[in-house]
């Protein structure tokens, strides 16, 4: 499975931005999936996942009623819609294939970047204050 974040950038604080992840190869479709974000110096970090049906989503405490992950499976696309972002967002995000069956929930996937198989090359998101 090869996977492509896209649409990071520079944006100001309390706006807005949208990620995607376009997966390609193998039965992308059926893969539970999640985000994650690195910023300089820190560990990374979990952000939201999703299960392949799309029924289950967890959110990370610091990102929820800000953030929300979907998917669009006609696109085998991820998504996370970013609002009102803060500086604290800046970060490289990346989009990851859960190493596990696709029947998984998201809550029960976990938050460890361990549980996550493929992964993309990330995308910048910088937020300015």
């Known amino acids: 499975v090869q996977l492509q974040a896209s649409g990071g950038g520079l944006v100001q604080a309390g706006g807005s931005l949208r990620l995607s992840c376009v997966a390609s190869g193998g039965t992308a479709r059926r893969y539970a999936m999640g985000w994650f974000r690195q910023a300089p110096g820190k560990e990374r970090e979990f952000v939201a996942s999703?299960?392949?049906?799309?029924?289950?989503?967890v959110h990370a405490d610091s990102v929820k009623g800000r953030f929300t992950i979907s998917r669009d499976h006609a696109q085998n696309t991820v998504y996370l819609q970013m609002n009102n972002v803060r500086p604290s967002d800046t970060a490289v995000y990346y989009c990851a294939v859960y190493d596990g069956p696709p029947g998984t929930t998201a809550q029960d996937m976990g938050v460890l970047a361990e549980n996550f198989a493929y992964w993309g090359q990330g995308t910048q998101v910088t937020v300015s204050s």
């Open positions: 999703i299960s392949w049906s799309g029924g289950s989503r």
